[in-house]
């Protein structure tokens, strides 16, 4: 298994600012994923990121919007650029391994 | 990924075990059926996974008919802490990730 945290775990920000979640693993792991999670809807996948690659993102999901770095094999970070209201949601980092799949606690973002 | 569909919610009783189906109609040969929970606030927690045979773990009993297009999820008793919704995934291609359809709300009331 893999042990995952997530900071902030929860944060309040204004629209037209930026929050970067950050998301550390207890062992190296190639295949990192972040997915979002509106209120009281499922989870949706933003982006897969292994490291040495660029992040792959799902449709709907862009890059100038949900930026993502992967500098190593056991920490990752996505952006939330420019906020809006709608972006208000959990936001959880999760890693893929012994082909299973792990998750953190999530990043409940609220944006006014 | 064959797509799933579960109900959208059950109750159980504190102590019952709890039977949560699970259609997968278009399954392909070599996809397994994974079976993931969220309890409120938290993030997702695996709990099986099965190819063709049954399995059981500490947790839960993993049971795919044998077309399997179907399959059933059980707690044997069911706890108050067993509350949350429950995800049956279908997945086939290793380094993909999970895709979350709506899940099951179990409900479990003493």
């Known amino acids: 298994s893999a042990v995952i945290s997530q900071k902030p775990s929860r944060d309040i920000c204004q629209r037209g600012t930026s929050l970067t979640i950050q998301c550390q693993v207890d062992?190296?792991?190639?295949?990192m994923f972040w997915y979002r999670q509106q209120p009281g809807q499922s989870l949706t996948l933003i982006a897969t990121a292994n490291q040495g690659s660029e992040a792959t993102y799902e449709s709907g999901f862009v890059i100038d919007k949900f930026p993502i770095s992967r500098p190593n094999l056991t920490f990752s970070t996505l952006t939330v650029s420019n906020m809006s209201p709608e972006d208000s949601s959990i936001y959880l980092c999760s890693v893929g391994t012994a082909g299973l799949q792990y998750f953190g606690p999530g990043t409940r973002l609220t944006v006014t | 990924d064959a797509k799933t569909t579960q109900p959208t919610s059950m109750d159980c009783a504190e102590g019952r075990a709890a039977n949560l189906p699970c259609n997968h109609s278009t399954i392909s040969g070599n996809e397994y059926v994974y079976w993931y929970r969220q309890i409120h606030s938290q993030g997702p927690q695996y709990i099986i996974h099965g190819l063709k045979n049954n399995e059981t773990n500490e947790m839960a009993s993993l049971i795919i008919t044998e077309d399997r297009k179907s399959s059933t999820l059980i707690l044997p008793h069911a706890t108050l802490r067993d509350t949350a919704v429950y995800y049956c995934i279908v997945k086939g291609q290793a380094g993909t990730a999970l895709i979350f359809g709506k899940g099951t709300t179990l409900s479990v009331s003493s």
């Open positions: 062992s190296q792991v190639t295949m």
